[in-house]
């Protein structure tokens, strides 16, 4: 007898667009279209799209941050990829642009933080989108860079209230490791191993480093959870819920030896690699978002590494009934030329999926596989359809007749 398949959802489009995600979990198939991102593959950084700095600072004095974020000097786009850099350099500049030089900066607290302008030792590269978003998919393929005291992270801030979801945060010299976070008032609480309460949060260690090659760490923020991801598998939980737009920002920080993430730099560091970024992506349930972005045949960069959760720490990772319909994500999307191009995140090792795409019910491109990135070399027109297929699970995408 013959595995029933059982077809969860038909995405129908009006546009031969093929902007669509698909979250193929075991007991479901949620679909998501993409609203947002960059491929990073012109010559320089859309400022239409990215800020340069967060609007309010140049840096985050609670955090001793010691990097100065400057206007587009940091950001240089080529090879297909945004290269976030960190200069060493000693200059003054105002903490705040549009405070006077000798205007007093206060803690929220009212301390006194010294002057509005001041001294600093480096300067480094942020992005921080002029869109704002209220919950979805959020991903970066990046390659973190080695240098002790560098803090780069990829996160969504909500402004007011002060919140913040931490998808990612590196350090430097602990490439194994990746850090999950979330802040806000006393909302995300968490029991440690001896049943005490503390906030939600911590490094995970993993078989890979994050130096070495491109990997793809992901947030999925929905009602009342956001979700943590590297190379599409689940690693972490936090049972919090945010309603508040956030904006996405990508940085790299110079940590203080007294800070929080320290140490910072040795003192003889005078040169550091740069946080490479190939894409940012964001996908969102609502459809009236939906958005269309092309890529690049010429954009072609290496593979993601397949790094994993070398353990997974109980505070962060939750329960296991909360991972046991865990799947995968796929998304598809259109290359310029008209034909398409399929991402697959999440596969175990010996696992496929499948891909069958039809017109006038003749098959016209079919195969089973584990390929991360599958380009699809068929022209996408009306009356198309195209199935994805994993775990006996379908997802399919209609392209109708314009």
Request: net charge positive; hydrophobic share 35%.
């Amino acid at each position: 007898m013959k595995k029933l398949i059982l077809i969860i959802f038909i995405s129908l489009s009006f546009k031969w667009q093929a902007q669509t995600l698909w979250q193929i979990n075991k007991d479901t198939v949620i679909t998501y279209y993409y609203t947002y991102g960059d491929e990073f593959s012109g010559t320089e950084l859309s400022k239409e799209q990215w800020s340069s700095w967060y609007g309010w600072a140049r840096t985050i004095t609670s955090n001793k941050e010691q990097q100065y974020y400057s206007d587009y000097k940091d950001h240089e786009v080529k090879n297909g990829c945004l290269y976030l850099t960190t200069e060493k350099k000693d200059f003054d500049a105002r903490l705040v642009d549009w405070m006077g030089d000798n205007d007093s900066i206060k803690s929220g607290k009212g301390q006194f933080q010294g002057l509005n302008k001041r001294q600093w030792k480096y300067q480094a590269g942020l992005i921080h989108s002029k869109k704002t978003f209220l919950k979805g998919y959020f991903e970066i393929k990046f390659k973190a860079p080695a240098d002790k005291g560098l803090w780069p992270a990829f996160w969504l801030y909500g402004g007011t209230p002060n919140e913040e979801i931490d998808i990612m945060e590196l350090k430097g010299e602990r490439q194994d490791q990746v850090h999950v976070d979330t802040h806000c008032q006393k909302c995300d609480m968490v029991r440690n191993p001896i049943g005490l309460k503390r906030s939600f949060g911590g490094w995970i260690k993993i078989n890979g480093k994050l130096n070495e090659g491109f990997n793809i760490v992901s947030g999925l923020w929905d009602d009342n959870e956001v979700r943590y991801y590297l190379n599409g598998k689940c690693i972490a939980i936090s049972k919090v819920k945010f309603n508040k737009p956030k904006s996405v920002v990508a940085n790299v920080a110079v940590a203080d030896d007294n800070g929080p993430f320290h140490p910072g730099p040795g003192k003889d560091q005078t040169t550091f690699s740069p946080y490479i970024i190939d894409y940012i992506r964001v996908w969102t349930k609502d459809q009236s978002q939906y958005n269309y972005m092309a890529v690049k045949n010429s954009d072609v960069n290496p593979l993601p590494q397949i790094s994993e959760a070398k353990r997974h720490p109980k505070m962060l990772y939750a329960k296991k009934a909360d991972h046991i319909n865990d799947g995968i994500f796929v998304s598809l999307l259109n290359n310029e030329d008209g034909t398409m191009k399929l991402f697959c995140n999440g596969l175990n090792k010996k696992e496929n999926y499948s891909v069958k795409v039809t017109k006038d019910d003749k098959t016209a491109f079919e195969k089973t596989t584990n390929e991360r990135e599958l380009n699809i070399p068929v022209s996408v027109t009306g009356g198309m359809k195209v199935e994805v297929t994993y775990n006996g699970k379908k997802a399919e995408k209609l392209f109708l007749m314009r």
